[in-house]
């Protein structure tokens, strides 16, 4: 399953280097369907991918590929952002109510512990970074 690959069309936008930006529309599932208009509004945004360490030279802005991820960096990506501060927030929460049984400072408490939980996010950032990284595939 690491090795599933997710696949978005997308087209250069920069050059630089070994470095690559390519623009790619991410769709919501209502925007892809038929019938969207007689339920609920489509959503679609365009973003910015950074591919680095790639051969820059057989690529140029205007061109379109295919930007590829493995589906595990969805799964770390959940993983760091919803899941572990979940089980922080929780865990601590019951810590705080045995030791004080004051509701109020056991549930500020355990939000105030997010704060260096995202901190230590950003202080890794670089090394997060690494495992989620892309390649680019041109577009037959």
């Known amino acids: 399953m690491a090795n599933t690959i997710i696949r978005h069309q997308g087209i250069v ?54 930007v590829a991820g493995r589906l595990s960096m969805g799964a770390m990506a959940v993983l760091l952002a919803f899941i572990l501060p979940f089980l922080v927030l929780i865990v601590s929460l019951f810590v705080l109510m045995a030791v004080r049984n004051d509701e109020l400072f056991a549930a500020l408490g355990s939000l105030a512990l997010l704060i260096p939980y995202y901190y230590i996010l950003w202080l890794n950032k670089a090394r997060i970074g690494k495992k989620f990284s892309f390649s680019v595939l041109p577009m037959n």
């Open 13 to 66: 936008e920069n050059i630089s280097g070994s470095h690559l930006q390519v623009r790619i529309v991410q769709t919501s599932a209502c925007a892809s369907c038929s019938v969207k208009g007689h339920c609920s509004p489509a959503e679609t945004k365009e973003k910015l991918v950074d591919v680095y360490d790639v051969d820059a030279a057989s690529y140029r802005p205007g061109d379109r590929v295919w």
